[in-house]
T-cell receptor
Framework: DSGVTQTPKHLITATGQRVTLRCSPRSGDLSVYWYQQSLDQGLQFLIQYYNGEERAKGNILERFSAQQFPDLHSELNLSSLELGDSALYFC?????????????????FGPGTRLTVL | DAKTTQPPSMDCAEGRAANLPCNHSTISGNEYVYWYRQIHSQGPQYIIHGLKNNETNEMASLIITEDRKSSTLILPHATLRDTAVYYCIVRALIGSSNTGKLIFGQGTTLQVKP
């Protein structure tokens, strides 16, 4: 158990719908990362938040958005869903502090949310 | 971040050492080698990292060549539970140009057989 929780575990929805995936980082971790894993694309970085602020963006579609709340949990919102959005979505957290260089930033991954778009 | 090259798959007999190679010929002086693994659809798990010296922890050993252009992850006594996809990632430490995100390649699927 990594200490990172994600809900729901499974989500089945239809094309055109909107869903919200939730992530609770390990206690004390300020950074949250979202990754998408699909069969054809592998594990891809989507977006990172640090202490409530967006820090890095990867290959995240405009239909997707995320935020990190004051209690440090994060939500990934996926809208206008397409069949190709079906994937495993992982959240990871790390304790590293921005502004402190030299951190190794081991990331702790949650169990993932499996999204199926029909 | 430097790109890595790993064989797509490998087999290993249970109880034997599993040696997983990784090429990173364009690695920079400030970049570390990290290994993560993913056991069937679970979240990836950190294994080990190193700069230029060999490293060992309770999970594995990491051997980095002197020129740092390649490395080998060693699982000394592989068990069936070590069957997973192993990812070699090269990345600089956290700093102004690196936010800590991980860029995963295709990894090596290790199959440990009884």
């Amino acid at each position: 158990d990594s200490g990172v929780t994600q809900t729901p575990k499974h989500l089945i929805t239809a094309t055109g719908q909107r869903v919200t995936l939730r992530c609770s980082p390990r206690s004390g971790d300020l950074s949250v990362y979202w990754y998408q894993q699909s069969l054809d694309q592998g594990l891809q970085f989507l977006i990172q938040y640090y202490n409530g602020e967006e820090r890095a963006k990867g290959n995240i579609l405009e239909r997707f958005s995320a935020q990190q709340f004051p209690d440090l949990h994060s939500e990934l919102n996926l809208s206008s869903l397409e069949l190709g959005d079906s994937a495993l979505y992982f959240c990871a957290s790390s304790p590293h502090q921005f502004g402190v260089t030299g951190g190794h930033n081991e990331q702790f991954f949650g169990p993932g949310t499996r999204l199926t778009v029909l | 971040d430097a790109k890595t090259t790993q064989p797509p798959s490998m087999d290993c007999a249970e109880g034997r050492a599993a040696n997983l190679p990784c090429n990173h010929s364009t690695i920079s002086g400030n970049e570390y080698v990290y290994w993560y693994r993913q056991i069937h659809s679970q979240g990836p798990q950190y294994i080990i990292h190193g700069l230029k010296n060999n490293e060992t922890n309770e999970m594995a050993s990491l051997i980095i060549t002197e020129d740092r252009k390649s490395s080998t992850l060693i699982l000394p006594h592989a068990t069936l539970r070590d069957t997973a996809v192993y990812y070699c990632i090269v990345r600089a430490l956290i700093g102004s140009s690196n936010t800590g995100k991980l860029i995963f390649g295709q990894g090596t699927t290790l199959q440990v057989k009884p």
